[in-house]
């Protein structure tokens, strides 16, 4: 079960808009709609950002969105802050022989 | 509020068997429709799942990340509102931080703080 493919590093300077990519399969990300994205601060656990392809939990800026087009997941954070400087992971159902919670690599945003 | 606290060894030595709770506080295991799931991640590197567990909702069913499951087991004590992880055989490649969540169509809501296990003679 190889790790869904994130780009390992992003950046967007305060304001910007930035997307981060999570491509998987017809088996995960393509196949289901719970694809969830988490955001994770150094020594931190991480924290639920969007479930579900594009919901936000409570309490989640609404500068945090996120999409799916076929194999392809997109988180996108507009109106950058300085706070949003995070590792991102998304993540999907996914079924092979049964089902499991497949992760992606991750992906370092910097503010710049 | 709901909580989760892992507990157990934090230094286990290769080819012995690591063992780690969780324990809930602020919702009861058995009553609620959730699963709940164990999820690691080695130093500097990203997030793995490792299996979870169902309510009694779902009838305590049991999924597994598919590479692990011959070594894995994960149960739940709902007496004492906690679930718990075995993993057999371990090597250097098992030394991760462990993290145990509340789990929902293939979302964890709640985390604990994480408990890191080191594999080492």
């Known amino acids: 079960q190889s790790a869904l493919t994130q780009p390992p590093s992003a950046s967007g300077s305060p304001g910007q808009s930035v997307t981060i990519s999570c491509t998987g399969t017809s088996s995960d990300v393509g196949g289901y709609k719970y694809v969830s994205w988490y955001q994770q601060h150094p020594g931190k656990a991480p924290k639920l950002m969007i479930y579900e392809v594009s919901k936000r939990p409570s309490g989640v800026p609404d500068r945090f969105s996120g999409s799916k087009s076929g194999n392809t997941a997109s988180l996108t954070v507009s109106g950058l802050q300085a706070e949003d400087e995070a590792d991102y992971y998304c993540?999907?159902?996914?079924?092979?022989?049964?089902?499991?919670?497949?992760f992606g690599g991750g992906t370092k945003l910097t503010v710049l | 509020q709901l909580q989760l606290q892992e507990s157990g060894p934090g230094l286990v030595k290769p080819s012995e068997t690591l063992s780690l709770t969780c324990s809930v506080s602020g919702g009861s295991i058995s009553s609620s429709s959730y699963y709940w799931a164990w999820i690691r991640q080695p130093p500097g590197k990203g997030l793995e799942w490792i299996g979870s567990?169902?309510?009694?909702?779902?009838?305590?069913?049991?999924y597994y990340r598919p590479s692990l499951k011959s070594r894995v087991t994960i149960s739940v004590d709902t007496s004492k509102n906690q679930f718990s992880l075995k993993l057999t055989s371990v090597t250097a490649a098992d030394t991760a931080v462990y993290y145990c969540?509340?789990?929902?169509?293939?979302?964890?809501?709640?985390w604990g703080q994480g408990t890191l296990v080191t594999v080492s003679s």
């Open positions: 567990i169902g309510s009694m909702y779902y009838s305590g069913k049991i």
């Open positions: 993540s999907s159902h996914a079924v092979t022989i049964s089902a499991y919670v497949i």
């Open positions: 969540t509340r789990e929902e169509e293939s979302r964890s809501s709640y």
